[in-house]
């Protein structure tokens, strides 16, 4: 069974022993199948708001900068931006290396830059950028502004839309469809008021997602250690001492 909407709509069905539906039908589908639609997608929004970072849900942006321009809409999807992750990418037409760009304040920016924002001026102030600052909205801002229409690039974790047509593939590994269809499964056992059952798949649902942190976020990075130990002969000094 293929790893798309339907393909979940379906490991539903089976698990309630109602009728799969096809691509053909699976647009026009009403009632309790409308219902699993819902389920499936309500499963994956569950899974994707349980972690803040999955690493499945991590995109890479590339800007093209607009000269004299400081301010950049976001993009629409994203939930959590690395604001420690914008750099200016390497260019050998525009002659300029790879670069990371220093995060500043957005106060610092009013306090010491604003009116680099309405200085139209080509000269003394517009050079490849080298700082960054988040806006209270959904934009970004670069100092100095642009000379060039240089390439920015950033890293976000992005907010995942609902499945639509029946080919839609969720972004969550295909490793993991049990636990999509376990969570579908607790929804749609709800709205048919079988609560005993939908406690059970809301557990199953859980320790799925626990097993999940496990892979992907509860990770320990190697440390090495710093401790200096004593010499023999210092240790032999020591006992001599004593």
């Known amino acids: 069974m293929a790893y798309d909407f339907l393909g979940l709509v379906n490991?539903?069905?089976?698990?309630?022993?109602?009728?799969?539906?096809?691509?053909?039908?699976f647009s026009s589908a009403t009632g309790f199948y409308s219902q699993i639609?819902?389920?499936?997608?309500?499963?994956?929004r569950y899974i994707n708001q349980s972690e803040f970072k999955w690493p499945f849900n991590h995109n890479?942006?590339?800007?093209?900068l607009t000269p004299?321009?400081?301010?950049?809409?976001?993009?629409a999807n994203a939930k959590s931006i690395d604001m420690g992750s914008f750099r200016i990418k390497r260019d050998d037409t525009l002659g300029n290396e790879t670069e990371k760009l220093r995060v500043i304040s957005y106060e610092e920016y009013l306090e010491k830059y604003s009116d680099y924002e309405y200085n139209t001026s080509n000269t003394g102030i517009r050079t490849i950028p080298s700082s960054v600052f988040r806006a209270p909205n959904q934009y970004y801002g670069v100092l100095s502004p642009p000379d060039k229409a240089y390439t920015l690039v950033y890293e976000y974790y992005a907010l995942p839309t609902d499945l639509s047509s029946n080919s839609d593939s969720p972004s969550i590994p295909v490793q993991f469809r049990h636990i999509i269809v376990d969570g579908a499964m607790y929804y749609a056992y709800l709205f048919r008021g079988n609560t005993?059952?939908?406690?059970?798949?809301?557990?199953?649902?859980d320790d799925g997602i626990k097993n999940m942190r496990n892979i992907y976020i509860n990770r320990y990075d190697y440390l090495r250690s710093t401790v200096i130990e004593r010499s023999n002969s210092l240790t032999s000094t020591f006992s001599r001492v004593s």
């Open 11 to 25: 490991d539903v069905n089976r698990r309630l022993n109602e009728v799969e539906l096809t691509s053909s039908n």
């Open 37 to 44: 639609k819902d389920s499936v997608n309500s499963s994956i």
């Open 60 to 64: 890479t942006q590339e800007d093209t």
């Open 68 to 75: 004299g321009t400081v301010r950049y809409a976001f993009q």
């Open 196 to 205: 005993q059952d939908a406690t059970l798949m809301q557990s199953k649902l």
